[in-house]
């Protein structure tokens, strides 16, 4: 097939336990049988090794391939998603559709599938291509005047050496097809109606055998139908028209054209009963090399609301330099932003002149709030987060961050001066915006005289 279609792939011996045989050679051999009976044996080792992890508190192995899944997961209109890992074996891991390995059908070896970015172990369903060996599911029909399907598949050989066509998956019928497969001339087809496909535009070649391909396929009835390799448009046409079908969604055989087992493997099978866009496909394909960015505290505030005039933060740089203006009744609220979303952490306070955590630490998407009860002024607080830990399992560092609490010190300069009364008096009767809030000092939502006293009751005052 023209262009760089290949993505790094682990050897055939990776997947299969050993050297797969020869495209072409007689698959009922007793080496063939011996080859799935090792494979078998690997598989239950790795199921064991697994199994043990749920308990040694080291359950990571597919944790970090979180970008490919959600983008999976989060495109709308997902009905299946077969992602053959040791636990969720044949089963969908959205809808609560099962499936069933037929004959030899197995997950492969941990690390043998597609490589996703941070996934050293994820696996695939192994295919040998006889003996009804294919994955069928309970989800039948659902696909009407739209689908889409997308996944990678590993093919060991090709159909015109094999002599048979080599599905990949969909819903066979007679009519309302929705096949992908690698026909005789090995050419991938997508078929949407009796016969009416749409082909890649090119042929597989032995180049690209043993190597981890993605393949997506939409389409709208009577309107558009594409195929996507590797992430680019391969090709495109107007199909005819489409009904939904009873027939049960299958992989690596057909269950009404018989023969069309497929050689290799297949992992991260997505099906969706609506026609997904070019960018919908790019994003899921490239979401497959994305690196989870290392984990960092992008943002630190002091957070208050002032009555109507709405919620204002007052930053709280990593020198320290920040200071809180604000009183309203010796309580802080700090909010800590971090680059991804966070799955756990705690805080602790250490304060010159009194001040505790008020309860737990409130985590929502990728923020950490500190509420704080009890703070005097005059002082610095530090926080220190500890065990900052996000959704892909990485953990920052014991981070600490300090806030310098001095009620009335509107311009920031670290002593209550004549400036900070005159900036107060200036705005007295103005309405509270992003540029003034300090001089909100109580906090109300409107600047008064009172806002006036406070700054001549701390005249004078400064950070011990």
Known sequence: MAGPLCRLSPPPEKIFGRKCPFPGADRTSGGWSTIMKTTRLIQSFFILLFSASLFGGILSARADDINYVTTVEGTPNLLGYWRFSPDSQANSEVNGYTGTFESDAMVGALGSGPMLAGDPNNTPVVLDGTNNTYVTTDLTGQINQQGSMVGWFYLTALPSEVGHTEYIAGESAGGDDFDVQVDGDNYIRFYTEAGGNVASAAPLTDGDLNKWHFVATTFTASSDRQIYIDGNLSGSNVPGGHSVNSSPFTMGASSVFGGRFFNGALDEIALYDRDLTAAEVAAIYNSATQQTPPLQLTDSVSRKVQGSAGTFDIELPPDGSGIECRQSAHTEQFVFTFNNDIANGSASLTTQKGGAISGDPVISGNTITVNLTGVNDEQVVIVTLSGVTDVYGQTLPDTAIAAN???????????????????????????????????????????????????RTHRNTTIQ
């Open 405 to 455: 609490i001095l009620v009335a010190d509107v311009d920031g300069d670290g002593t209550v001066t004549k400036a900070d009364l005159t900036a107060v008096q200036g705005q007295v009767g103005m309405a509270v915006t992003a540029s003034n809030f300090r001089d909100d000092i109580n906090a109300t939502g409107s600047i008064t005289g009172e806002d006036v006293k406070l700054v």
